[in-house]
């Protein structure tokens, strides 16, 4: 499968614990973004690498939130002191520079904060 | 930023007959409006996605509107199946200079009864 992985696809952790994401997009994609989901609504943007810099972060991202793109592969999503509503699907997708070209979506990690 | 309302927030259609979903967007330089299907417990799918250059786009069953003048787009599926029952979501970006953020809809819950 040489889709966007996300790993882990599940996580449970308590109130005030760390956690880490990864996100491996795919190979020719440039563009790397994180989003996040709750329940009955839609994507919400968090941040956006064009190869390894980061190039724009929602205003709405705490500064518990973090990402980085070392090598401008793959991608950490840090949340640092986690808090009951950081619990949400986080979605990481990835896409071409050039062109109008869509966004491909992970399966997502599924975060529960205890 | 952007704004992309999505409407109805759920619709319930016999098989055979026709759905619409209507988006409206606010932000005049977007671009790129993808449409995306996501079933339970998976990643969001591209579906169809039209330009700003052009007024419709068709797939098969599925078709795409769009008015630049009144900022909206309407995603159209014909002759329904059951399969076709999962969650859509609207988006809209601008692809043009180093945003291209893509602002989603809240999702329309689609069921088509057998």
């Known amino acids: 499968d040489t889709g966007v992985s996300q790993n882990p696809r599940h996580k449970i952790t308590k109130r005030g614990q760390n956690v880490t994401f990864r996100c491996d997009p795919i190979?020719?994609?440039?563009?790397l973004y994180w989003y996040r989901q709750t329940l009955g609504q839609g994507p919400e943007f968090l941040t956006y690498f064009q190869n390894e810099a980061q190039l724009e972060k929602s205003r709405l991202l705490s500064d518990r939130f973090s990402a980085e793109r070392p090598k401008g592969s793959f991608s950490t999503l840090e949340i640092q002191r986690t808090e009951q509503g950081d619990s949400a699907m986080y979605l990481c997708?990835?896409?071409?520079?050039?062109?109008?070209?869509?966004?491909?979506f992970g399966n997502g990690t599924r975060l529960t904060v205890t | 930023g952007e704004n992309v309302e999505q409407h109805p927030s759920t619709l319930s259609v016999q098989e055979g007959d026709s759905a619409v979903i209507k988006c409206t967007y606010s932000?005049?330089?977007?671009?790129?409006f993808p449409w995306y299907k996501q079933e339970l417990g998976k990643r969001p799918q591209l579906i169809i996605d039209i330009r700003s250059n052009v007024g419709e786009k068709k797939d098969q069953r599925i078709a795409v509107t769009l008015n630049k003048t009144a900022k909206h787009f309407s995603l159209h599926i014909t002759e329904t199946q059951p399969e076709d029952s999962a969650v859509y979501f609207c988006?809209?970006?601008?692809?043009?200079?180093?945003?291209?953020?893509?602002?989603f809809g809240t999702g329309t819950s689609l069921t088509v009864i057998p």
């Open positions: 932000d005049s330089a977007s671009n790129y």
């Open positions: 988006a809209a970006a601008n692809m043009k200079g180093t945003g291209n953020q893509f602002y």
């Open positions: 190979s020719e994609h440039n563009r």
């Open positions: 997708a990835s896409s071409f520079t050039l062109g109008n070209s869509p966004l491909h």
